[in-house]
DNA sequence: TCAAAAGTGTTAGATTTACACCCATGA
DNA sequence: TCATGGGTGTAAATCTAACACTTTTGA
């Protein structure tokens, strides 16, 4: 191979998942315990090394994938952390992703075995080195991003009750929001369906199930550029 | 050293510089040939080697003062840009940062012995690899932060009149503003000083020069968190 | 029969937008 | 004297926020 830039040091690069989920109305997070030398034991968030042949996208897909066994999934950049000594053993400089899935979509055993845990993002434990930075930059994307496009359907199964995603976005923003103000505002995004199926799980009268249109959302004026 | 991700390669990292400037009422970005294979002649950033013990910010605040001998200059990360095949040589992972500054801090000598020149953003030549991709997202992520922090002053003179400052923000929001109702906007901001000093270099009737006060900005209530 | 969640409109206030003329001055 | 950019306020329209009661049904 040639080198052109052969009086400068490589570095290692990884990627960092800051994985969102979706649980009895709570932002979720995945985290495990460090299984490897420096930092073992630590909550930390799960990532692996950049491959010389894979663009950090596909690194950052193929991690989730490693963990979560799941394709196609939502994932963004949240920025390059690349302090000197954020890891105690090596200089590496990581590049954090967030994604989100839907918690049952993610197989339990498979869960367990990894040995990650769904956490409450109010209530975490202190994460290994910068993973609580790369969290709370994530977290804050992830609410700009859901204001103007909607990407919280990601973290609700296909089918949802309008109080469902009122909790969603709830449990995002971190406030409470008006019932009919907010129902007001779903009503005019065309691409959130009614259907005729009632969801009765939680309770007794019943509530209407809802669903996500992509097509619907593709073709909808407002978000066109 | 000890070696604990052995197992794994480096690759190189760079930061990539997106600097901004304001002159003729348009926004500008600072771009030069490129001097070093692959790529030589083609326009493109400014850029730099990450070093093994520096930080990745500040990697990238070297970089601009190698470049322009400023310091103290406000600068945030863009995000990091990895294709496998994004630099034509070697694999480089580069991590793109936008900087903003007042072109007549810049010496002018200085600029010209880097060999690089101010570009009209609306008007850019092709750009070197994803360059160009830099510029757009250093952009977009400017135009959302002026929208809520007072960080376009960095591309003015420290004395300025309303009209400037009113161009600035066109240039960066990419559309005409109403005079007056800026004004009536600016008015409000308690950290955007009147100054008694009169400006006849843009009109015969003279215009008011203005300043912003940190100071006042720090203590403005609208803007705690 | 009652507890618990679903569902539904209106009004006041705040914010945003549109819009046109006089002023001061140097050439 | 006139061309040029500087400076100023109001009213309509839109958006946002606050707010309370009825319905359904299983236990």
Redesign the pocket.
Known sequence: MTTFYSEFQKIFVSVDCIIFGFEKNKLKVLIGKRKMDPGRGEWSLYGGFVRLGESIDDAALRTLFELTGMQNVYMRQVGAFGNVDRDPGERVISIAYYALINVNDYDDGLRQEHGVEWVDIEDMPPLYSDHREMVNKARMLMKEKIKTEPVGFRLLPSLF???QLQRLYEAVNGEEL????F??RIKEMDYIEKTELIDKS???????LYRFNRHAYDEDPNFKL
């Open positions: 009750t309008l109080t008006d019932k009919r103000n129902r007001k939680s309770s007794k009268r019943g509530a209407f």
